[in-house]
T-cell receptor, first 114, second 116 residues
Framework: SAVISQKPSRDICQRGTSLTIQCQVD?????MFWYRQQPGQSLTLIAT?????????ESGFVIDKFPISRPNLTFSTLTVSNMSPEDSSIYLC???????????FGSGTQLSVL | AQKITQTQPGMFVQEKEAVTLDCTYD???????LFWYKQPSSGEMIFLIY??????QNATEGRYSLNFQKARKSANLVISASQLGDSAMYFC?????????????FGQGTRLTINP
């Protein structure tokens, strides 16, 4: 299994500010994804982080609100921009080495927006 | 579109008993994968078990086994000899292959509580 480090583990932020979440993997992975889990809900995919190119966003999520970087095969960031209380959620990165293999998750970032 | 259904919002089980968490899925794909994850109160997602659609035998990982019934499109998780530490949310998920990228579609989850 991959060792995934996600930072910060939690944060409390003010409305209108931005937060960048980091996901670092101990080995190269083909696939990296960002998920959101709103309180009491299941996980929803935000986007697929593509190495060296723009991320692929799911319906309902846009780059201006959730810019994503992936400069190499072991690292990605997700920024939650211009935050509102509705952005309060757990954000998780997920990785997979190869197609058809298991997907593993980071420990998550618990975000609260006041 | 693929869909995962978990019909048990919550379950209460006595310690040391076996427990079955239900999961049904809907897909038109012939090749797919099914996953179970555990989410304790800390929020992390812990991989438990995986079943490929072409796997002939049910997957097992320690106390976890997956009761895979392909014709009925069900992939129930069985936990044997439950422990207090098994109390958590459990999510069933399906691998969705879109343009070569493997992403997961999740069910709504089941909250399992183990009573001493």
């Amino acid at each position: 299994s991959a060792v995934i480090s996600q930072k910060p583990s939690r944060d409390i932020c003010q409305r209108g500010t931005s937060l960048t979440i980091q996901c670092q993997v101990d080995s190269q992975v083909t696939m990296m994804f960002w998920y959101r889990q709103q309180p009491g809900q299941s996980l929803t995919l935000i986007a697929t982080a593509n190495q060296g190119s723009e991320a692929t966003y799911e319906s309902g999520f846009v780059i201006d609100k959730f810019p994503i970087s992936r400069p190499n095969l072991t690292f990605s960031t997700l920024t939650v921009s211009n935050m509102s209380p509705e952005d309060s959620s757990i954000y998780l990165c997920s990785v997979g080495r190869r197609l058809g293999e298991k997907l593993f998750f980071g420990s998550g970032t618990q975000l609260s927006v006041l | 579109a693929q869909k995962i259904t978990q019909t048990q919002p919550g379950m209460f089980v006595q310690e040391k008993e076996a427990v079955t968490l239900d999961c049904t899925y809907d897909t038109s794909d012939q090749s797919y994968g099914l996953f179970w994850y555990k989410q304790p109160s800390s929020g992390e997602m812990i991989f438990l078990i995986y079943q490929g659609s072409y796997d002939e035998q049910n997957a097992t990982e320690g106390r976890y086994s997956l009761n895979f019934q392909k014709a009925r499109k069900s992939a129930n998780l069985v936990i044997s000899a439950s422990q207090l530490g098994d109390s958590a949310m459990y999510f069933c998920a399906m691998r969705d292959l879109i343009q070569g990228a493997q992403k997961l579609v999740f069910g709504q989850g089941t909250r399992l509580t183990i009573n001493p």
